[in-house]
């Protein structure tokens, strides 16, 4: 499944400058881990980085002025960082798979003469086959909504350890012939406020693009809230949970039908880890509505989702959600703690960790916290520490780059301990 190893965020908000895991420039650094989580405390920039990655899909699905104003952001004016007349850039290093070679794509946003804004560069580029060094090739170049794209795999060409091509004369003729003929489009987009990947991304002599664009599409952030959850959908089974989770009862529905097997699994788990909850089930009320029932060991009659805790409720669903028999391939939730019992932080932490490495398809798992509790489940590598610098503007760094922070944690100090005690903090 596609992974994350690296993303830049520039001039988003109070994320000036920031980068997490590897690029495709800085082949020393460690990609991100499967499961990647971002603690700080309060105003640093959590949210705002949560966001960036729903921004960054919005502007797929939406197109980049939509997406300035979807979701309450406010217009672009407001998501640009303070006093900055910089464009706002995103560059993104991802994986299709693990042997896959890696594809960054970058993208800048500003704004026109009349001040909507609009996309003034996109590009794509992977090394070709057999390079190891040297400027990965661009196979998707617009500017302000013209360029070209190159179809399909661009394979054949060799590259030596200096980055200098190996092909004979004649094969070079024959190749360039190739590229510059059937391989090469010319592209002009009719909208320059739609990312160029939203429509080369549907075309199948674009591979390369589309897998992208589906990966993208495929991003699951949570919006999750206890109270949409306990609302009365209309019944009928769905097989994915939405952003919100109001159609949890649906995919109950779903799963009791289609993958019993792991719905007991799923039911297992919340028995050992909420106390008394032994079932969970479904009712049809009269008028075609889904009641989702929580039996308790202590009373022979169900509870109903409005009467369950927001915990219980949380725990569920996150556990469903990981249990998708066709999960996606990017999970990002802002705050998990919220409304749990600190000892379950760490069971849902140890269960994000589990989700992330224990399957083929496993997703990618991306939280942010500030609760200590879930981040003593972490380990270094897969912590990162955001904070405010004196100017303002948020800086970020991997727990595990600090040999201090490592070196406590290997003699047996839990890490959301160290940061309680101010030892993550920049020194």
């Known amino acids: 499944m596609a992974r994350i190893e690296g993303i830049r965020i520039r001039n988003y908000r109070v994320l000036r400058d920031i980068t997490l895991g590897k690029l495709w420039n800085a082949p020393g650094t460690q990609p991100l881990s499967p499961l990647t989580a971002v603690i ?3 105003g640093v920039g959590k949210s705002s980085l949560f966001d960036a990655f729903g921004f960054l899909a919005d502007c797929l699905k939406l197109g980049v002025e939509e997406a300035c104003d979807a979701r309450g952001r406010g217009g672009f004016d407001r998501l640009r960082s303070q006093g900055s007349t910089a464009p ?3 560059e993104v290093y991802y994986r299709q798979d ?3 070679r890696p594809i960054t794509f ?10 909507r804004p609009y996309v003034t560069r996109e590009r794509l580029r992977q090394r070709r086959r057999g390079q190891t060094r040297g400027w990965p090739f661009s196979f998707l170049m617009l500017n302000e909504g013209e360029g070209v794209a190159w179809t399909g795999q661009m394979q054949g060409w060799q590259i030596d350890e200096d980055g200098r091509l190996e092909l004979d004369l004649s094969s070079l003729l024959s190749k360039l012939e190739d590229e510059e003929g059937a391989h090469r489009e010319i592209i002009e987009l009719e909208d320059k406020r739609k990312l160029g990947i939203a429509t ?3 075309l199948k002599q674009h591979p390369r693009i589309a897998a992208f664009r589906q990966f993208i599409e495929g991003w699951y952030l949570s919006y999750f809230t206890p109270d949409a959850a306990r609302g009365l959908p209309m019944a009928g089974p769905q097989r994915h949970l939405n952003v919100h989770g109001d159609n949890l009862g649906n995919v109950v529905q779903f799963m009791e039908r289609e993958h019993r097997d792991r719905f007991d699994r799923i039911l297992r788990r919340i028995a050992a880890r909420v106390p008394g909850i032994n079932r969970i089930d479904t009712e049809r009320s009269p008028d075609g509505r889904l009641l989702l029932r929580f039996n308790d060991r202590g009373f022979e009659d169900p509870f109903y989702a409005q009467q369950v805790s927001d915990g219980t409720l949380k725990v569920f669903a996150y556990l469903l959600m990981l249990e998708d028999p066709q999960p996606p391939p990017f999970i990002c939730i802002e705050e998990p703690e919220n409304g749990l019992y600190h000892k ?9 960790r589990r989700h992330t490495t224990g399957r083929k398809n496993a997703p990618q798992v991306f939280v ?3 609760q200590p509790y879930f981040v003593d489940a972490l380990k270094p590598e897969e912590t990162w520490v955001l904070e405010k610098a004196v100017d303002g503007f948020a800086t970020i760094s991997r727990a ?8 406590m944690v290997e003699e047996g100090l839990q890490l959301g301990g160290l940061w309680y005690s101010d030892y993550l903090d920049q020194r």
């Open 40 to 42: 700080g405390k309060n």
């Open 88 to 90: 706002i850039e995103f």
């Open 98 to 100: 693990s042997k896959a």
């Open 106 to 115: 970058e993208f800048a946003i500003d704004k026109d003469n009349s001040g």
């Open 200 to 202: 080369l991304g549907a």
């Open 344 to 352: 379950l932080l760490e069971v849902l932490a140890e269960e994000f």
């Open 368 to 370: 942010t916290t500030h």
């Open 400 to 407: 595990s780059d600090d040999a201090v922070v490592q070196a």
